[in-house]
């Protein structure tokens, strides 16, 4: 098939459980196709690197030659400097060095009773849902009681996260006011509203949350307004637990099927966290990135037209051979493992550090059980989404 249909056959649902072999395809056409909606893909490690560490790249939506002049200030994720490490520097001040080094770290009791908490609910029960018994759950909890969120709120997430999850997905070719983006749009507003409301009762009695730590800052150079800490506490919200829950699925899915590599963790647990690098590259959570030339920008011999959309297939990169030994197999014990599932340059991955404490958490107390389980569905169902790709459910029976 053409190579200027890849974008659209990666993102099409049917390719959700195996889009592997239309990255070997995109690379091998590569490494910049242009597409038949006008967009330019990218699939080669090097390039991918090299774009994301590059300022002549916008993170910005609103840098594109078809955005509407009245769309609003983005979160700092899509944003860029010097704005985007103004308001990442500033959420980052409750949550992580050098102003809260023990934030993170200081979780890792209670990432450890919760994740035992969730097992022990399963009880004797011989089938379980991966995703809604576990994987869901956990990262979500973690996040809102980062930021403060009480837990009879939790439940309410899930709908708006799906709506936020759907309608910033790439799309090539369709119409930027669909329902589903105006689905989006209400549940940002609403989650956005909700998050405010819940700051501003901890004025002047702080809890010791991220929230508390927001609007209680002393000096007023260091606050965010109030669009500000909707938009990237939404963000937050929806980064710190969508990414983790696949990391996590794809994780125990990605086992199950290595039988071989299960049972080598089960017998040396040392090799976890080694593990989870490699699950970060060979099933990563965050598939794509999308940026956009400030510039017309010649890459490996294209010109990219100044506006137009740039989709980093960093999943593709991660399996490009010129980069990594045997890329297509499963290796806990992989060295020279620099992938791109956190992404890369100024905007890598904000919660990284979490992320990794929750997956080798919640996969090290997994494992034990797991040489009992078997998929009861494989492939499994699918998230729609082809940037955050992950199953909807992981049905296994012990």
Same mark, same amino acid.
């Given at each position: 098939?053409?190579?200027?249909?890849?974008?659209?056959?990666?993102?099409?649902?049917?390719?959700?459980?195996?889009?592997?072999?239309?990255?070997?395809? &995109?690379?091998?056409?590569?490494?910049?196709?242009?597409? #038949?909606?006008?967009?330019?893909?990218?699939?080669?490690?090097?390039?991918?690197? %090299?774009?994301?560490?590059?300022?002549?790249?916008?993170?910005?939506?609103?840098?594109?030659?078809?955005?509407?002049?009245?769309?609003?200030?983005?979160?700092?994720?899509?944003?860029?400097?010097?704005?985007?490490?103004?308001?990442?520097?500033?959420?980052?001040?409750?949550?992580?060095?050098?102003?809260?080094?023990?934030?993170?770290?200081?979780?890792?009791? *209670?990432?450890?009773?919760?994740?035992? *908490?969730?097992?022990?609910?399963?009880?004797?029960?011989? !089938?379980?849902?991966?995703?809604?018994?576990?994987?869901?759950?956990?990262?979500?909890?973690?996040?809102?009681?980062? &930021?403060?969120?009480?837990?009879?709120?939790?439940?309410?997430?899930?709908?708006?996260?799906?709506?936020?999850?759907?309608?910033?997905?790439?799309?090539?070719? *369709?119409?930027?006011?669909?329902?589903?983006?105006?689905?989006?749009?209400?549940?940002?507003?609403?989650?956005?509203?909700?998050?405010?409301?819940?700051?501003? !009762?901890?004025?002047?009695?702080?809890?010791?949350?991220?929230?508390?730590?927001?609007?209680?800052?002393?000096?007023?150079?260091?606050?965010? #307004?109030?669009?500000?800490?909707?938009?990237?506490?939404?963000?937050?919200?929806?980064?710190?637990?969508?990414?983790?829950?696949?990391?996590?699925?794809?994780?125990?899915?990605? &086992?199950?099927?290595?039988?071989?590599?299960?049972?080598?963790?089960?017998?040396?647990?040392?090799?976890?966290?080694?593990?989870?690098?490699?699950?970060?590259?060979?099933?990563?959570?965050?598939?794509?990135?999308?940026?956009?030339?400030?510039?017309?920008?010649?890459? %490996?011999?294209?010109?990219?037209?100044?506006?137009?959309?740039?989709?980093?297939?960093? %999943?593709?990169?991660?399996?490009?051979?010129?980069?990594?030994?045997?890329?297509?197999?499963?290796?806990?014990?992989?060295?020279?493992?620099?992938?791109?599932?956190?992404?890369?340059?100024?905007?890598?991955?904000?919660?990284?550090?979490?992320?990794?404490? *929750?997956? !080798? #958490?919640?996969?090290?107390? &997994?494992?034990?059980?797991?040489?009992?389980?078997?998929?009861? !569905?494989?492939?499994?169902?699918?998230?729609?989404?082809?940037?955050?790709?992950?199953?909807?459910?992981?049905?296994?029976?012990?």
């Amino acid at each position: 098939m053409p190579a200027d249909t890849l974008l659209q056959r990666i993102t099409d649902y049917a390719s959700r459980p195996d889009p592997y072999p239309l990255y070997a395809e &995109l690379r091998q056409a590569g490494p910049v196709v242009r597409q #038949t909606d006008g967009s330019y893909l990218v699939g080669t490690y090097h390039e991918i690197t %090299a774009l994301l560490h590059d300022p002549r790249f916008s993170a910005d939506p609103r840098s594109r030659t078809t955005a509407s002049g009245e769309e609003r200030k983005p979160p700092f994720l899509r944003l860029d400097d010097p704005e985007h490490h103004r308001l990442r520097t500033l959420t980052m001040r409750p949550f992580g060095p050098p102003h809260s080094p023990g934030r993170v770290d200081g979780m890792r009791e *209670e990432i450890a009773r919760a994740t035992g *908490e969730l097992l022990d609910g399963l009880g004797d029960r011989t !089938q379980v849902d991966v995703v809604d018994d576990f994987a869901y759950p956990l990262p979500v909890m973690v996040i809102c009681r980062l &930021l403060g969120v009480p837990r009879e709120d939790e439940p309410r997430f899930r709908q708006w996260s799906d709506a936020l999850v759907a309608a910033a997905d790439i799309r090539p070719g *369709e119409d930027t006011s669909t329902e589903r983006d105006q689905e989006g749009e209400r549940a940002r507003v609403a989650m956005g509203q909700y998050l405010v409301n819940l700051a501003e !009762q901890r004025r002047g009695h702080p809890t010791g949350d991220m929230l508390s730590a927001f609007v209680n800052e002393p000096d007023p150079a260091l606050r965010l #307004t109030p669009e500000e800490l909707a938009e990237n506490c939404v963000l937050l919200l929806i980064a710190g637990h969508e990414t983790t829950v696949n990391l996590i699925t794809n994780g125990v899915l990605t &086992l199950l099927r290595h039988p071989d590599q299960l049972d080598r963790l089960r017998r040396d647990p040392g090799l976890l966290p080694a593990a989870v690098e490699e699950l970060l590259r060979y099933e990563p959570p965050v598939q794509m990135r999308q940026r956009i030339p400030l510039a017309d920008i010649d890459i %490996a011999g294209t010109t990219i037209p100044k506006g137009s959309s740039v989709v980093l297939a960093l %999943a593709s990169g991660n399996r490009d051979p010129k980069r990594f030994h045997d890329p297509d197999r499963f290796d806990p014990t992989r060295t020279d493992n620099q992938h791109l599932g956190f992404g890369s340059g100024i905007h890598l991955c904000y919660g990284a550090p979490l992320a990794r404490i *929750e997956a !080798q #958490t919640a996969l090290g107390a &997994l494992i034990p059980r797991l040489g009992a389980a078997t998929l009861l !569905q494989d492939p499994p169902p699918y998230r729609q989404a082809a940037m955050l790709r992950g199953p909807r459910h992981l049905p296994v029976q012990f």
